[in-house]
């Protein structure tokens, strides 16, 4: 002290503003704040060469800055301002950008409301304030959040300053006027920190992709009654995992660090880590893929989601491996679990539940759009196994219940796939989607024609291993209202597929288009299961000839008794070469071919479309049954007619049905009639654990006839599950579906059977 020197900076204060305090970071004695009375904080981080203003408070009459001991972005200020009501300590824990009061100014647990000449933090409890005021000293245990005064025998003085030894065990307080106090702070303990461990995984530790983790931690405290608080950091992003046991699933292989954090009652911390490494699964077996799940925003105001059901008939039990390839929004990775035998397995909102199992999948608004690959271990053949999902959103007109399709694992071609029944115009709009059904890429032609067959043009797509794109509106801008789409491989060796959706221009509910693939040389037929016209549903009808000459076809409807008997007839119908043609009336439609159909009452049954050459991959033919919706449009499902090759010879399942207060099943059987014959079928309902659910169902069909079971669930007691289909009697064959209604707005999705 013998010579004195400004520092080597000038403070950046206007005029005659005096500085009241200064402090230097623990840490580092090149960094110091300075209070200035008009309430400003400034910084120096260079020794006092330069500062820099970090804030300027609500309050002036600054006394006092302090640095946290532990944190370098958090500082104290202390206020002496006399005006009532006023926040006097204030802290910053960002340096200053923002600032919050913790005096709570007259409150319980506050501090009295008069000025604060000074502020220290304890050197042993970082918990621990100091705040010395006009009528004494107050302590704080919890960094501000409460405050009380300390100690006995001071009178009510103005503190001025607070010095504590290194120690902790003294503190002194200088007083205007009253000297020097000092007090015992033996309540204020040294705080040791806790002492934590990872039990399990006892080492570093490898597990496949898809696979749980299991975390066990155990700490011990050496201050009597100290309490540990456990947080699990898992190296993959992902939320933090809290309590001594916890399990966490990663779903994308890499080398993670987990951090274990234990924290006690003061607030001082322990760590341990354990490294995990995660590998690719080495699951196989059979696979299904399901050619699109998402979370999306649609036109309208729709947001689409998609729930996934999973079925295994098999004796045994199965480990299921899930595999997420993200086309749009990122996460790619893979969850797996293990399936009873017979169990059927509802997935609702399958992102959120992938996201639960560790995969990086981004939450938001934004689309999120992938493939989902369904592996099933120890099995070769994909018999027994089912894959389906059911795409929905909510009403975007604020009504309630959803609207949606569903559709199962993709069938996949090396050549070429087919979407016909594309629409747009002012009811109806579609969207065409492409899949890479492989694990290498593949670049995929498609060419669009008209109603007419006139060519539309051709877009070549390259896709990323089991990638997926679409065409949204392909048609628009083209001068039709209707079209196909023809899809083809021109460069890699993985098959593919492709399909089309039909929404509605209102209501935005979806029909799923599945394509048509090449090779089903049977018979030059195709079952339409139903058309109708009852209790405010129409049928749309569909055909399509792929030939490049006209064809003939014979259209044959068979009436059924459930709806009415009267009515049966055929008619000849030609189409054009290469022509597609919908028919908005199914049953208008057919009424003026001349087939005798009641134009009154519930009237539908089944349509037996024939041509007179070629084979079944001839021609086309599909229906949309729809009805209208309260605030405008329709909501409604699709579904193709099904060749010779389609149907069922003795066995057929429909899997994916509900029975709850969001979603009911129907069960519908169609004898094809191909041998002339009347067939009796026996159905079975299994529940989702693959029990069987109260009694079967027999049903006696004649030719053509088509039945209809409503809500076959409901009576049995189960939620979700299955049915199988026998025939028990008869030669020809069956067509068998399920519809998953909406129980508020009756919105259908159209399962098909499985083998």
């Known amino acids: 002290g013998t010579s004195w020197k400004p520092p080597p900076g000038t403070i950046p204060v206007a005029g005659l503003v005096p500085i009241r305090d200064f402090s230097f970071l623990p840490t580092d004695g090149s960094r110091l704040a300075v209070a200035a009375n008009a309430g400003i904080v400034m910084e120096s981080t260079d020794g006092a060469v330069t500062f820099q203003k970090i804030g300027t408070l609500p309050v002036n009459t600054l006394m006092a800055v302090r640095y946290d001991r532990t944190d370098s972005k958090t ?29 709570k100014t007259g409150k319980s647990g506050g501090l009295p409301d008069l000025p604060v000449m000074t502020l220290e933090q304890d050197p042993r409890d970082p918990n621990v304030l100091w705040a010395g005021s006009y009528v004494g000293l107050y302590r704080s245990g919890d960094r501000g959040q409460s405050w009380s005064r300390f100690g006995d025998g001071l009178p009510n003085v103005m503190a001025m300053s607070i010095e504590i030894t290194p120690d902790g065990s003294k503190l002194r307080l200088g007083t205007f006027g009253r000297g020097i106090w000092e007090i015992e702070t033996g309540a204020i303990a040294v705080n040791n920190p806790p002492v934590v461990q990872i039990l399990y995984p006892s080492a570093t530790t490898t597990v496949e992709a898809g696979t749980v983790v299991s975390f066990r931690a155990s700490g011990s405290d050496p201050d009597p009654g100290d309490t540990i608080t456990y947080s699990w950091s898992f190296g993959d992003g992902s939320a933090p995992g809290a309590g001594i046991a916890v399990d966490h699933w990663y779903g994308v292989p890499g080398t993670y660090t987990v951090i274990l954090t234990g924290t006690d009652s003061h607030g ?32 309208g105001g729709s947001y689409y989601t998609s729930e996934v059901t999973i079925a295994s008939r098999l004796q045994q039990p199965v480990d299921v491996l899930l595999t997420y390839t993200a086309s749009t929004g990122g996460g790619s990775g893979f969850a797996r679990f293990s399936m009873a035998p017979g169990e059927q397995r509802v997935l609702p909102g399958i992102l959120g539940w992938l996201r639960g199992r560790g995969l990086p999948i981004p939450e938001g608004s934004s689309a999120r759009v992938g493939t989902l690959l369904v592996t099933f271990s120890g099995t070769s053949s994909t018999d027994g196994l089912f894959a389906g999902a059911r795409t929905f959103t909510p009403d975007p007109l604020g009504g309630a219940g959803t609207f949606g399709l569903f559709y199962l694992a993709a069938a996949s071609s090396t050549s070429s796939a087919t979407v016909f029944g594309l629409q747009q115009s002012s009811s109806q709009r579609s969207n065409l ?6 694990s290498t890429q593949v670049t995929l032609r498609t060419q669009l024609f008209g109603p007419a067959g006139q060519d539309l043009g051709t877009v070549d797509t390259p896709l990323e291993a089991y990638g997926w794109a679409q065409r949204n509106t392909p048609l628009a801008g083209t001068g039709v209202t209707s079209g196909r789409a023809v899809v083809t491989r021109i460069s890699g060796s993985s098959s593919f597929t492709a399909y089309g959706v039909l929404n509605d221009a209102v209501t935005s509910d979806g029909s799923f288009i599945p394509p048509l693939l090449p090779g ?44 009415s008997a009267a009515g049966s007839g055929s008619a000849p119908v030609t189409l054009g070469a290469f022509e597609q043609r919908i028919e908005t009336d199914a049953m208008g439609f057919l009424r003026g071919l001349g087939i005798p159909v009641p134009a009154s009452g519930n009237v539908g049954g089944s349509l037996m479309i024939r041509a007179a050459g070629g084979n079944a991959s001839s021609f086309a033919a599909g229906a949309r049954t729809f009805i209208g919706a309260a605030g405008g449009g329709t909501f409604g499902l699709f579904y193709t007619g099904l060749s010779l090759a389609e149907s069922a010879a003795s066995v057929a399942y ?20 191909d041998a002339g014959d009347a067939i009796s079928l026996r159905i079975t309902y299994f529940g989702p654990d693959g029990a069987q659910a109260g009694s079967v169902d027999t049903k006696t069909l004649a030719p053509g006839e088509w039945a209809q079971f409503n809500q076959p669930l409901a009576s049995r007691g189960v939620a979700a599950g299955s049915a199988k289909i026998e025939k028990i009697s008869g030669a020809s064959r069956f067509v068998a579906y399920g519809v998953l209604n909406d129980q508020t707005n009756s919105d259908g999705s159209y399962i098909p059977m499985s083998w």
């Not at 301002?81 to 600032?99: A, F, I, K």
């Not at 299961?529 to 055909?543: F, H, Q």
């Open 268 to 299: 001082a911390t322990a760590t341990a880590t354990r490294t995990v490494i995660v590998t690719a699964s080495t699951i196989s077996g059979a696979s299904l893929l399901l050619p699109v799940v998402l979370e999306a925003p649609g036109n």
């Open 75 to 103: 500082l104290y200020v202390a206020s002496a301002l006399v005006t009532p009501g006023v926040e006097r300590v204030w802290v910053t824990h960002d340096s200053g950008q923002t600032w919050q009061p913790l005096s």
């Open 520 to 563: 089903d040389a049977s018979a030059a037929e195709r079952l339409v299961p139903i058309v109708l016209s009852a209790s405010g549903y129409a049928t749309e009808l569909t055909m399509a000839n792929f030939t490049a000459s006209p064809l003939t076809l014979t259209l044959v409807y068979s009436a059924s008794p459930q709806l």
């Open 654 to 673: 429909v899997h994916g049905l509900q029975q709850s207060s969001v979603q009911r099943s129907n069960l519908a059987v169609v004898n094809r009639g």
């Open 433 to 438: 989607a492409l899949v890479n059904a492989g």
